[in-house]
């Protein structure tokens, strides 16, 4: 076990000022001298015990006062960055204002894992591909110069992309990303000068062809300190669904949100996402367009649903994804209407 | 030795019941009436060890800690095939708290050729082992240890290890057979080419019968399907391992074994040390399922390191090893053609199979279409294919399992062809009396009449109903014995080498000596899984029960008579006259005059009484010329499901479970038994499976996670029907039921996911994709 020291974070201030990298960065290009962020610290742990990072510190945002407040108003929810997704489950203005998103909540991990996944740590965990996790296949994300998993004739790539995967077909990890991405959520990020931004969700992830060393846009010293979503208003319709082959707990084959307004049943807005289908989770611009300022009956959802999978380029292995991912769109999209 | 006749119970309660004479050794103990007159054996007795269990205080293996202990790790290949041309231990050795370092050189008898290592033949094949103080010095010094491969071509998948051109995994024949494999099959491995070894045409069951052309020739319907099922690894709890103290007056070894007696020979015979120089324990198991009989090559390592350092080391694998080197279930590619006439009669059976386990032998389909059925002409061809994987090894009825996947759906396959219900037709070509009864008694606590044809539910979400059927061997060993112990405080102790691993063997010890004895279950004292003790069976084959339990109820009998002796002559009658009944000891006659069992033994010369007997042969002998035990295991199983057409998501709603196991000694400890052979089956059906990189070797999901097995929500409502079946062939007349429990339940589920939707699938595990393929829903 390789060792390291551990820091624990006081302040906001604090936590920016010991990191100097990110997780992904010293995976890609071992410093040997990393301090990272560790909230709830599974995927920290598990990346470290697969022997894929070796930090020199791990610096403990965990107990950061102020950052496990959960809030809602008519400005919309606030999500602190160390806010577990049982608490989030738990949270009444979620269950009863965020449907979707208190689904997709439900339905990622285990009870057991929701108790200590924190909301900051599940947006930024690394993807779950088989070939990314194992520290034997150098991939494209590793610094190496292939993607195993896309091999027509070697690759198991039962559980990868179907969409946007020409370079790296890994899937998003976090299922909770596909909903929040849905209601249009953002992120509240601290620097190390401690600077605040705000990032649209639209705007965090970062697909492989852009670079693939990383899935989203933080860099070393950015801390997550807020999630937020706007408040839905009360037309406001969603749907979530996530696929798996085992019911007790399974990483993503397929997940769907759908966050729609509606007029009687006319769809005025609307946003589907999709998760497991691409590196990061992805709006299905071209499906919206077809229910949108429609009305969604039988024959529009079908279409929407096709529409979807339009682009989609299966691999060897994983082409049922696409009846998958319609059945569930048609589904929503007649829920919702 | 003289012998008398006794009338013993025959048959099955509730249905044919009667009474049969039987000619037995006088040594033998008395005929046991029917469960309903005993008071503790066939009676849910809890767990005599149930409370160490629940509350952690219970040892196993890896908890333990012997004073001055190392702890070892091993360094595993990451290739699948090549040389490795030098090892460089110099840094590994530095480590502070590093204490010991092995590295595996070729054995005597793979002849010296070349290299002194072994060629690496598969990814996690072990090539050193490192003792230190923590694990976590011992992992570190193992990273330190430099290695040098000539990597070479590799195959891993089965059908691409048949092309003519495929790298070979052997060169020369191989005789050895990894632990287990198929049961009572002759893996030949000195015949066939390439990486092909086989055909196996026989079992103990004997060989082809009759003429196949003919057969067909006479069949009105016909069947021909290929089925397929995946390498499905053992996933214990408790991963293999041994902690090894080797002392200079002897090798102390605790092991999770499923054989302590077995590990005990096979360290003694490779150090070339006398058996009575090496002690084995296991005292808790957590689990094996087949692929913990032997002392593999964790074994030896910990031993040599622990001779080399003077200290004693511990052992135990981690869950990726376990997944890569420690056994696993061969896959099989299974060809069948059944023919009938049409009333069901069979004509012919005709069985092809290849299957991998991976650089060992063993991949059979096993007996199911041999001997199942009634059918005069049958042929059976079943190949090893070799690959660049790890070693298969004996897992929950090898080969049946496999085997019955291809059958049993067969057999339903014909039955909708002749349109047949599939129990009806069963009926009519299943000679097996308690078969029929476990189909008649579960079809109706199942509630069958309810199924409808195949498809024809309406819905997305359609529900379906399957029934399958199984059949294990009474294998007997008959080097089983047992040592029970009277000591003059009246308190009872049982002795033996047979191990319980989590099946429950302690309780029943205790309760077939406490039956015997007069006496509560609670009341003994039992110590096994001890070479120190008598040598008993190894636990597989699901022979324990049977092999353990008759002379643990033999020997118990025999010191109550020694203790009935000197009771008699103090009070002066014969031993005859006395009976053990709820703690006394009771003159028959007389029924006044009574002691305490606690107080019988005050006073007398010797402070205990011991007895140690042996398996004799069943009372009416074996069946000939398989030595077997007269009876079967079989079973019936019926599983609902619910398939959502849409998603392809599979669900088991609902199993019941018939089975039978002569006289059934423990209901709470059967039903848990059938409960974890249906939670096997339901996990082989749906979720486990083995994912190799074709073009690195490796094994991608070897861990807890993405190797699925089920949890709470993929556990279904199971019921359990244990048939009461008497055969008079032994003084307990007791079976084991582990691996019966595992045969049907896949199986069963491809049965009811058919009648679901109305399209058959051929492979396991049945997933989302397939099912959405089977559909059609699946387009390019
Ligand atoms: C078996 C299993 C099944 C799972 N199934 C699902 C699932 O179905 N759906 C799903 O969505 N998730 C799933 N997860 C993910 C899990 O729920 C956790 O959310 C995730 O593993 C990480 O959360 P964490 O709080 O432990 O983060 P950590 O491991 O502490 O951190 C993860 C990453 O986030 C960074 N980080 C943490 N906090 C901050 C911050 N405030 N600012 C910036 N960076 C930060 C860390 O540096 C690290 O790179 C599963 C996990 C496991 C192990």
């Avoid at chain 1, 408040?231 to 019911?247: E, G, L």
């Avoid at chain 2, 370092?101 to 008898?109: D, L």
């Amino acid at each position: 076990m390789n060792k390291f020291s551990w820091y624990e974070a006081k302040s906001v201030e604090d936590a920016v000022k010991q990191v100097n990298n990110t997780v992904s960065e010293e995976l890609y290009l071992p410093s040997g001298k990393a301090a990272i962020f560790k909230s709830g610290g599974i995927d920290v742990l598990d990346l470290v015990k697969e022997g894929l990072i070796q930090p020199k510190t791990i610096v403990n945002v965990r107990n950061i006062p102020g950052l496990n407040k959960i809030s809602f108003d008519d400005n919309g929810l606030r999500i602190g960055a160390n806010v577990t997704l049982a608490e989030i489950e738990g949270n009444e203005a979620v269950k009863t204002r965020y449907a979707a998103l208190h689904e997709a909540v439900a339905h990622a991990a285990t009870p057991q894992l929701r108790n200590m996944s924190t909301i900051a740590g599940n947006l930024a965990q690394r993807t779950r591909c088989w070939y990314f996790r194992s520290s034997d296949h150098p991939c494209f994300r590793k610094g190496g110069d292939k993607c195993f998993a896309k091999h027509s004739e070697t690759g198991q790539n039962e559980n990868h992309a179907i969409l946007e995967n020409d370079r790296c077909v890994s899937v998003y990890a976090s299922s909770v990303a596909t909903a929040l991405l849905a209601y249009q959520g953002s992120v509240m990020i601290t620097n190390g000068k401690m600077e605040s931004r705000q990032v649209p969700l639209s705007e965090f992830f970062v697909a492989p062809d852009q670079d693939v060393s990383r899935e989203n846009i933080l860099e070393p010293n950015d801390l997550i300190t807020e999630i937020s979503v706007p408040a839905p208003d009360m037309n406001t319709k969603s749907y979530y669904s996530k696929q798996v082959q085992r019911a007790s707990y399974d990483w993503s084959m397929a997940d769907v949100a759908i966050v729609a307004q509606m007029n009687g049943d006319t769809c005025e807005k609307i946003t589907i996402t999709l998760g497991a289908a691409a590196p990061i989770p992805i709006r299905a611009y071209e499906a919206e367009k077809i229910v949108l300022n429609k009305k969604i009956n039988e024959e529009r959802a079908t279409r929407a649903a096709k529409v979807a999978m339009e682009n989609a380029k299966p691999l060897s292995k994983n082409s049922y994804k696409l009846p998958l991912f319609e059945s569930i769109i048609k589904q929503g999209l007649l829920e919702i209407a | 030795m003289e012998k008398r006749k006794e009338i013993f119970p025959f048959g099955i309660p509730g249905h044919n019941l009667s009474e049969i004479e039987r000619e037995i050794p006088n040594d033998e103990p008395p005929a046991w009436p029917v469960n309903d007159q005993l008071k503790e054996v066939g009676k849910r007795v809890n767990r005599i060890d149930a409370r160490a269990k629940v509350t952690g205080e219970a040892k196993y293996t890896s908890d333990m800690k012997l004073s001055g202990m190392l702890y070892a790790k091993f360094l595993r290949s990451n290739i699948p095939h090549g040389s490795i041309t030098s090892i460089d231990t110099s840094e590994a050795e530095k480590v502070p708290g590093v204490h010991g370092i092995h590295i595996i050189t070729k054995n005597k008898e793979d002849g010296m050729v070349g290299n002194e290592y072994p060629e690496i033949k598969y990814v996690g094949q072990p090539i050193a082992g490192v003792a230190a103080e923590s694990l976590s010095i011992a992992k570190d010094a193992v990273a330190m240890i430099k290695i040098e491969y000539d990597p070479k071509s590799f195959v891993i998948d089965l059908e691409e290890a048949m092309l003519p051109d495929a790298p070979l995994v052997f060169k020369e024949p191989i005789q050895r057979q990894e632990d287990g494999g198929d049961v009572g099959v002759v893996h030949d491995g000195s015949k066939g080419q390439g990486n092909l070894r086989g055909p196996t045409t026989s079992s103990f069951y004997g060989g082809p019968r009759g003429d196949l052309e003919k057969g067909f020739a006479e069949a009105d319907v016909m069947v021909e399907n290929t089925y397929r099922t995946q390498v499905h690894t053992h996933m214990p709890l408790e991963t293999h391992g041994v902690v090894i103290d080797w002392k200079p007056e002897e090798m102390l070894v605790y092991a999770s074994t499923q054989n302590t007696a077995g590990v005990r020979n096979e360290l003694a015979n490779y150090f070339e040390l006398p058996k009575s120089q090496v002690r084995v324990i296991c005292d808790f198991m957590g689990g094996g399922f087949g692929a913990k009989h032997s002392a593999g090559s964790f074994g030896p390592m910990a031993a040599i390191l622990s001779k080399k350092t003077k200290r004693p080391v511990w052992l135990m694998i981690d869950r990726k090893e376990e997944h890569l080197a420690e056994g696993n279930r061969p896959s099989s590619i299974q060809t069948l053609k059944i023919g009938a006439k049409r009333d069901g009669t069979l004509t012919a059976i005709q069985q092809k199979s290849h299957g991998t386990a991976g650089v060992a032998l063993g991949a059979g389909v096993g007996r199911i279409a041999q001997i199942l059925y009634d059918c005069p002409n049958f042929k059976t061809e079943q190949y090893d294919v070799l690959t660049h994987a790890g070693p298969g090894a004996a897992w929950r009825a090898p080969g049946n399992v496999q085997g019955a996947f291809g059958v049993e759906q067969a057999i339903d396959e014909l039955a909708e062809k002749l349109k047949m219900d599939p129990l009806a037709l069963r009926d009519k070509i299943d000679k097996s009396e308690v078969r029929k009864v476990e189909r008649s008694r579960g079809a109706e606590l199942f509630g069958w009449s309810n199924r409808k044809p195949a498809g024809s539910a309406s819905g997305i979400i359609k529900k379906g109903m399957g029934v399958a059927q199984s059949c294990w061997p009474r294998f007997v060993t008959l080097n089983s014995s047992i040592e029970v112990r009277i000591l003059n405080d009246g308190s009872v102790e049982v002795r033996g080498s047979v191990q319980d691993i989590g099946t429950g063997t302690k309780t029943i010890l205790a309760q077939v000596v406490a039956e015997e004895l007069g006496l509560k279950t609670t009341d003994i004292t039992v110590r096994i899984g001890d070479t120190l003790f008598p040598d008993g069976p190894g636990s597989g084959g699901s022979v324990v029960t049977q092999s353990i339990t008759p002379p643990a109820r033999n020997a118990a009998y025999e010191a109550k008579m020694k203790l009935f002796n000197q009771i008699a002559t103090k009070w002066e009658t014969e031993a005859s006259k006395l009976e053990a009944v709820d703690g006394f000891i009771i003159h028959k006659d007389d029924r006044s005059k009574k002691i305490p069992f606690k107080e019988a033994l005050r006073g007398m010369r010797t402070s205990q009484i011991s007895v140690t007997a042996s398996r004799s042969n069943d009372y009416g002998g074996f069946q000939q010329p398989w030595g077997l035990a007269y009876g079967d295991l079989g079973s019936v199983q019926f599983a609902e499901v619910s398939v959502n057409t849409n998603t392809g998501f599979v669900k088991v709603d609902r199993v019941v479970a018939a089975h039978s196991c002569g006289r059934p000694l423990n209901m709470s400890q059967l039903e848990s038994q059938v409960n974890g052979g249906v939670i096997q089956g339901i996990s082989y059906a749906l979720y486990e499976n083995r994912v190799m990189d074709k073009g690195t070797g490796h094994f991608m999901n070897a861990n807890v996670d993405q190797y699925k097995v089920p949890y709470s929500m993929e556990i279904p409502e199971i019921e359990v029907i244990i048939v009461e079946e008497y055969g008079a062939l032994s003084s307990t007349d007791a079976y084991g039921i582990g691996e019966p429990a595992n045969i049907a339940t896949a199986v069963a589920i491809a049965n009811a996911v058919y009648n679901a939707i109305g399209v058959r699938i051929y492979e396991i595990p049945i997933t989302p994709a397939s099912i959405l393929k089977a559909l059609n829903k699946i387009y390019e």
